[in-house]
């Protein structure tokens, strides 16, 4: 089992800026890739970007890039999520996953991933 825990959201003015992290515990030896996805009320669960664990390489949802960029810390076991020039559209809660998988469809799906953190808020005012 791996266990994952957000940190760093919160409220933020339009064109803003804030850094998520995710700490993995656990049987982290495992892990594939990590990835963020976000959810805002009444949508679906939407990839926003992956991380391979021992590569470094990075995928990120076509509407997001140049604005978020995802990083890690292997010695820490942590991911991380700086999100700049944020919009109200970003609102939603945003998830950290862990995969110890490889990818089919390039860590985009939520089910491409095997353990989830309970999720942090982030509101974006306009």
């Known amino acids: 089992q791996v266990q994952l825990v957000e940190s760093g959201g919160g409220l933020v003015q339009a064109g803003g800026s804030l850094r998520l992290s995710c700490a993995a515990s656990?049987?982290?030896?495992?892990?594939?890739?990590m990835g963020w996805f976000r959810q805002a009320p009444g949508k679906e669960r939407e990839f926003v970007a992956t991380i391979i664990w021992s590569g470094g390489n990075t995928g990120y949802a076509d509407s997001l890039k140049g604005r978020f960029t995802i990083s890690k810390d292997n010695a820490k076991n942590t991911v991380y999520l700086q999100m700049n020039s944020l919009k109200p559209e970003d609102t939603a809660v945003y998830y950290c996953?862990?995969?110890?998988?490889?990818?089919?469809?390039?860590?985009?799906?939520?089910?491409?991933?095997?353990?989830w953190g309970q999720g942090t808020q982030v509101t974006v005012s306009s």
């Open positions: 996953a862990s995969s110890k998988r490889g990818f089919r469809y390039g860590g985009v799906r939520p089910y491409e991933y095997d353990y």
């Open positions: 656990g049987r982290t030896f495992s892990t594939y890739a």
